[in-house]
């Protein structure tokens, strides 16, 4: 077990425990009218299994591309110029495009931010959810539709054998991030990439969302990379948090002591910008 400071402990690293995915050295560049520049430097970043692990900073500061580049999903004009990305025993970088699109899903799943726009509005939601495991186990999508009806349970949605059967439009955004979160439960992955994925709900369903994926840890162990610009959700949710500013890394720490003694001026700028923590700097519980 790691300890920075007396309020800085890692409780789910323990000897002899592999990180579920550990990135090291992460260098990504742009290219600009065919010339590279770096926009993500020396990035080092671990999450534990078992562990819900928060990376925050203001747009642009490079937190999804590191985490694109740790699915091999970074877009065309982007590259890694040097570093490692390990999924449990895997070298992420060296895999085939065949191999990652195993992993993906499998191994690895993303929850993205905006849910309506990554469903297909042209199909049943049921189906939507059950294509994962129709794509990497070989059956055919209605043979799976009971499993997909037990998903969207898993993820608190009422009546889910009649809501398999709706369309996306049919549904509140609240309901539609639960589907893509059961989505991404189809294959009950080591790990699970969440790229804002409160940010355009209510504050009730938001904080929905933020109880299943704790609950979702809870019960299998699930992993999870919790990627926000919110500290108040990273105080709700995370247990080690990752400040990103400019591409860089400048501060990391268990959430008690990020939020109690923020080392780094700028951590200590984005709390100062949030208006309403229930956080243990404000003495709230964390539930």
């Not at 398999?164 to 439009?169: E, G, L, N, Q």
Request: hydrophobic share 45%.
């Amino acid at each position: 077990m790691s300890v920075e400071t007396g309020q800085d402990i890692r409780v789910h690293e323990g000897a002899g425990r592999r990180p579920t995915l550990e990135i090291r050295d992460l260098n990504i560049e742009f290219s600009r009218r065919r010339v590279w520049t770096s926009v993500v430097y020396d990035v080092s970043l671990k999450i534990m299994p078992g562990e819900i692990v928060g990376v925050i900073g203001e747009s642009g500061s490079g937190k999804t591309l590191s985490a694109l580049a740790a699915l091999r999903l970074l877009p065309k004009q982007a590259r890694v110029a040097k570093g490692s990305v390990q999924l449990g025993d895997v070298d992420v970088l060296a895999q085939s495009e065949v191999a990652m699109r195993d992993l993906r899903g499998n191994r690895m799943a993303l929850i993205p931010q905006d849910a309506m726009q990554s469903l297909n509005p042209t199909m049943r939601v049921g189906l939507q959810v059950a294509e994962p495991i129709s794509l990497h186990r070989g059956k055919p999508l209605r043979s799976v539709a009971n499993v997909a009806t037990r998903l969207l349970e898993t993820v608190g949605i009422a009546r889910p054998a009649e809501r398999a059967k709706a369309f996306p439009h049919q549904f509140s955004g609240g309901m539609q991030q639960r589907a893509m979160i059961a989505m991404g439960l189809a294959l009950a992955p080591d790990l699970l990439i969440a790229d804002e994925p409160t940010t355009a709900l209510d504050v009730t369903v938001q904080a929905q969302v933020l109880k299943l994926l704790r609950d979702i840890r809870d019960a299998s162990g699930t992993s999870i990379l919790f990627i926000t610009h919110d500290l108040g959700v990273v105080a709700e949710l995370c247990d080690w948090v990752y400040v990103m500013r400019y591409g860089r890394i400048v501060e990391q720490g268990s959430v008690t002591r990020i939020f109690t003694e923020p080392k780094e001026e700028y951590t200590r700028m984005l709390l100062a910008a949030t208006p309403s923590l229930h956080s243990p700097l404000h003495g709230g519980k964390r539930s």
